[in-house]
């Protein structure tokens, strides 16, 4: 089994996005802190596919 940690599509299960929206709460950061993060976070975010979705190419094949 391949123990790769990095996020290999964007898409979450509602568990997991509770468990960082949990891990985030009550922080407070400045104006220019939130934006740093966000620009770094649409930065990573560009570089993960989504998921493929199965449905759409069973319907290409038939």
């Given amino acids: 089994m391949d123990n790769n940690y990095k996020r290999q599509y964007r898409q979450l299960n509602d568990i997991t996005k509770q468990k ?7 922080r407070t950061k400045s104006a220019t ?3 740093a993060i966000s ?10 596919p989504n998921q493929p ?8 094949h038939e």
């Fill in 20 to 26: 960082i929206s949990q891990s985030l709460r009550g």
């Fill in 53 to 60: 979705n199965n449905e759409n190419k069973n319907e290409e």
């Fill in 39 to 48: 620009n770094g976070l649409k930065k990573y975010w560009a570089t993960v």
């Fill in 33 to 35: 802190h939130t934006q």
